[in-house]
Structures are given as C-alpha cells and as structure tokens.
C-alpha cells in the first residue's frame, strides 16, 4: 500500500463504512440499495482500499457518529468506533478466477482532479498483481469520457457493452478490460506510470 507524506492507502475497515458510505452518496447519488459494506469486508472475494488524508486533522469521533448517512448502517454502531481518519477515497474490486473486477472507485468531490482516483486504480491494479489475477474489468458509463480516459491511460480496452446497464437512467455501461497485467510488459509500463503519477503530484 502507498504510503506519502500527504496520503496513504489501506485496507478499508468497518471504522470507515461511515465515510465511505457518504462518498459513495456523493458521487453515485442514485445508486440503489446502498453497497452492504459490512457483508463486502467479510467477503473472502472483495478488497475495499481507502485512501487517507493524512494532512488533515484528525476527525472528531463523536462528532462523525452524528453523520446522517449512519442512521441508514445504525444496527451496529456502537460496536466499532468510528476512525478518525479523513477517507477522501475508495475503491472495491472483486478477484474471480483470474480476473481482478473493478465494483466502485470514487473520490470526494473537494478532492478531485488531484490524481487521486489515478492513484486509487494503481493500487487497486498492484493489489491485483499481488493476488495471482491475470487481468482487470470494470463497467463504466458510456457517457463518462473522463473516466474511460483514465483507464485507457493505463491500457484498459473497450470491450462491450451492457445495454442500459444502470437502473438511475438506463444508460449504457461500457465494459473495459486489460491486457494480461502479469505480463513484464505490462508489469514495467505500470511501474513507469506511477512514477510519472508521484512526479506530476509530489507524491515521491
């Protein structure tokens, strides 16, 4: 996991469902049911990353317990105390067979256009390298430009597309996959792209 002056990623832990949760309301806010974190971090095929500020001063506990958002996760929170931590990020994959998928990436809306969700998608790639996967897909929509320039940047294709794939809208999801990122092309293309990624943000 990255560790710089300014932000670190780690594993996602149930003290963060609170800020998670809120981030994933803020940038996908008709997205229905809500993700069940608590069930996805004791999946044994889910890997949730949260990307921390660690310029930021600490959080006052009771004060994120008052969160609207938690009323909606309220049969356990007075088991697990809620961090501290300023989460300005996140991102879930799946490992299937071989196949790394990723579920959810986002970055608060005060913090983007930073590299962050850049540096959330490398993680989530070398995490994926790490558990054995062969490659990587996602779903994203079609009318996400943005989005699917970034993962294009790190060799991601177009591959298909899942016709009126989201419930909000109806929209299109286009399904984008990598090249084998096993493979010591890819291995050192990624390599030199995070730290063309740490030059451009200061994050060596």
């Known amino acids: ?20 949760a809120d981030i994933e309301f803020e940038s996908f ?17 889910a890997r949730y990353l949260v990307l921390v500020d660690r310029s930021h001063d600490p959080l006052p506990p009771a004060t ?12 356990r929170d007075d088991e697990v105390e809620l961090t501290t931590d300023y989460i300005v990020g996140y991102v879930g994959i799946w490992l299937m067979v071989d196949e790394a ?30 558990n054995r996967q062969e490659s990587m897909s996602l779903e994203v929509r079609r009318s996400n430009l943005n989005a ?27 399904i984008m996959s990598t090249p084998p990122i096993q493979d010591k092309a890819y291995r050192e293309y990624l390599d030199y792209m995070r730290k063309t990624h740490a030059k451009r943000w200061s994050q060596e």
Do not use: C
Not at 30 to 41: G, K, N, V
């Open 1 to 20: 996991m990255v560790s710089t002056a300014q932000y670190q990623v780690r594993p996602m832990t149930e003290a963060d469902i609170a800020q998670v």
């Open 29 to 45: 806010p008709t997205t229905w049911p809500r993700t069940a974190y608590r069930r996805e971090l004791s999946n044994r095929l």
């Open 64 to 75: 994120e317990k008052r969160r609207g958002l938690m009323n909606l996760l309220r049969r």
């Open 101 to 130: 998928h990723i579920v959810a990436i986002a970055v608060r809306e005060k913090q983007r256009r930073k590299g962050l969700g850049e540096l959330l998608l490398t993680e989530a790639i070398e995490l994926a390298l790490e």
């Open 148 to 174: 699917q320039a970034l993962y294009e940047k790190y060799r991601f294709l177009k591959v298909g597309v899942r016709k009126r794939y989201y419930s909000d809208d109806h929209e299109d999801a286009i």
